[in-house]
C-alpha cells in the first residue's frame, strides 16, 4: 500500500530504538536510520502527551537545516504517566528497581508521540495506552533488572520481555504503542501525506 505512494521519497527514521526500527520494518517501507543527539529537556509544566509532543518536535527540528524535498523525517518520543508524574528511562539499576515498584500493582499510561516532517509541512500525533500490572515481588523485579537491562526504556521495562509476560494483567490500547510506536495511527498518518 504504502511502497507505491512513497517509492521517491527519502523516509528517515530518526530513532536509535531497536524496537522502534523493528515496528517500523513490518510496515514494508523503504527507510534509513539517521539519529541527531538532542537535549531531551523539555517544560517542566508540561504534562503526560505534552511532553511527548514537544519531545517528538524538538527532535524533528533538530533536522530543520537539511531537510530535501523528497525527505519525510520521522520522530518519536515515549513516556510512562503514573501517579501524575512522567516516568522517563531509569539513570542506574537501582532507579529502575524503584520504578518497577512503583508500578507494581497498578495502572499507569504509556504515551507516545510521533512527529511527520518534510520540508513544507510538520503533523505530531500521539497514542495512549492503559497498562495494568500485577502485584510484583522484590525478587521478580531484580530478577529482570539484573537479566534484561531496561535502562534504555521509559518506566525501566520492555512489555514484550519477560516482565511483560508475568507482570502485565490487562492492556487498554495498543500493544505496539506500549512498545513506543503506534504503528496503526503512523500508518493512517502516512496514507494522508
Same mark, same amino acid.
Given at each position: %500500500?504504502?511502497?507505491?505512494?512513497?517509492?521517491?521519497?527519502?523516509? &528517515?527514521?530518526?530513532?536509535?530504538?531497536?524496537?522502534?526500527?523493528?515496528?517500523?520494518?513490518?510496515?514494508?517501507?523503504?527507510?534509513?536510520?539517521?539519529?541527531?543527539?538532542?537535549?531531551?529537556?523539555?517544560? $517542566?509544566?508540561?504534562?503526560? =502527551?505534552?511532553?511527548?509532543? @514537544?519531545?517528538?518536535?524538538?527532535?524533528?527540528?533538530?533536522? #530543520?537545516?537539511?531537510?530535501?524535498?523528497? /525527505?519525510?523525517?520521522?520522530?518519536? /518520543?515515549?513516556?510512562?504517566?503514573?501517579?501524575?508524574?512522567?516516568?522517563?528511562?531509569?539513570?542506574?539499576?537501582?532507579?529502575?528497581?524503584? %520504578?518497577?515498584?512503583?508500578? *507494581?500493582?497498578?495502572?499507569?499510561?504509556?504515551?507516545? *508521540?510521533?512527529? &511527520?516532517?518534510?520540508? !513544507?509541512?510538520?503533523?505530531?500525533?500521539? /497514542?495512549? !495506552?492503559?497498562?495494568?500490572?500485577?502485584?510484583?515481588?522484590?525478587? =521478580?523485579?531484580?530478577?529482570?533488572?539484573?537479566?534484561?537491562?531496561?535502562?534504555?526504556?521509559?518506566?525501566?521495562?520492555?512489555?514484550?520481555?519477560?516482565?511483560?509476560?508475568?507482570?502485565?494483567?490487562?492492556? =487498554? +490500547? *495498543? @500493544?505496539?504503542?506500549? %512498545? +513506543?510506536?503506534?504503528?496503526?495511527? $503512523?500508518?493512517? #498518518?502516512? $496514507?494522508? $501525506?
Amino acid at each position: %500500500m504504502l511502497t507505491e505512494k512513497f517509492k521517491n521519497k527519502n523516509i &528517515i527514521l530518526a530513532s536509535a530504538s531497536p524496537r522502534r526500527q523493528e515496528l517500523f520494518k513490518e510496515l514494508n517501507l523503504k527507510f534509513s536510520i539517521k539519529v541527531k543527539s538532542i537535549d531531551e529537556k523539555y517544560p $517542566l509544566n508540561l504534562k503526560e =502527551e505534552q511532553i511527548t509532543n @514537544y519531545l517528538a518536535v524538538l527532535k524533528a527540528n533538530a533536522f #530543520e537545516a537539511e531537510i530535501e524535498p523528497n /525527505d519525510i523525517i520521522i520522530t518519536s /518520543d515515549t513516556i510512562v504517566w503514573h501517579a501524575n508524574k512522567p516516568l522517563e528511562k531509569p539513570k542506574n539499576t537501582t532507579h529502575a528497581i524503584e %520504578m518497577l515498584q512503583k508500578l *507494581s500493582g497498578t495502572k499507569h499510561k504509556v504515551i507516545t *508521540s510521533i512527529c &511527520i516532517k518534510t520540508a !513544507t509541512t510538520q503533523k505530531v500525533f500521539f /497514542d495512549t !495506552t492503559i497498562v495494568h500490572f500485577k502485584k510484583l515481588t522484590l525478587k =521478580e523485579i531484580k530478577f529482570y533488572v539484573k537479566n534484561y537491562n531496561p535502562l534504555d526504556k521509559a518506566g525501566a521495562y520492555g512489555i514484550q520481555e519477560w516482565i511483560g509476560f508475568i507482570g502485565v494483567t490487562k492492556i =487498554e +490500547g *495498543s @500493544y505496539f504503542n506500549v %512498545m +513506543g510506536l503506534p504503528v496503526h495511527k $503512523l500508518y493512517k #498518518e502516512l $496514507l494522508k $501525506l
